[in-house]
């Protein structure tokens, strides 16, 4: 996978770095109903704090859908490595922070 992701044109984890320091980058995210993130990577291990939750669906790099339902206040601990795409699948704003441990 890491061969194949290197030739992809990948996006940002967020759409804004709200906080940075030698141990954590944090990031904005923000999705409308049927608004979808880029393809992106995550180098490091990450939370996920929906600030508003909604209906989300991971799209992976070889084609796997996962239902990823986010509610509001819901803290999610992710591993490295990931290449995938969220999109906002529900009816609702999807607002979260997602910390990057460095």
């Known amino acids: 996978m890491s061969e194949l992701s290197t030739d992809?044109?990948?996006g940002p984890v967020g759409q804004e770095i709200v906080y940075e320091?030698?141990?954590?980058?944090?990031w904005h995210i923000r999705l409308e109903p049927g608004e979808?993130?880029?393809l992106h990577r995550h180098d490091h291990p990450y939370l996920v704090i929906a600030v508003q939750g909604a209906k989300?669906?991971?799209?992976?790099?070889?084609g796997t859908t996962i239902d990823a339902d986010e509610p509001t206040g819901g803290v999610v601990?992710?591993?490295?490595?990931a290449v995938?795409?969220?999109t906002n699948v529900g009816d609702t704003t999807?607002?979260?922070r997602l910390v990057e441990l460095k």
């Open 8 to 10: 992809l044109e990948l």
């Open 21 to 26: 320091n030698d141990r954590v980058r944090v």
């Open 36 to 38: 979808r993130q880029p």
């Open 56 to 62: 989300n669906v991971v799209q992976t790099i070889d």
């Open 77 to 81: 601990y992710r591993d490295p490595g």
């Open 84 to 86: 995938h795409m969220l």
């Open 94 to 96: 999807y607002l979260a």
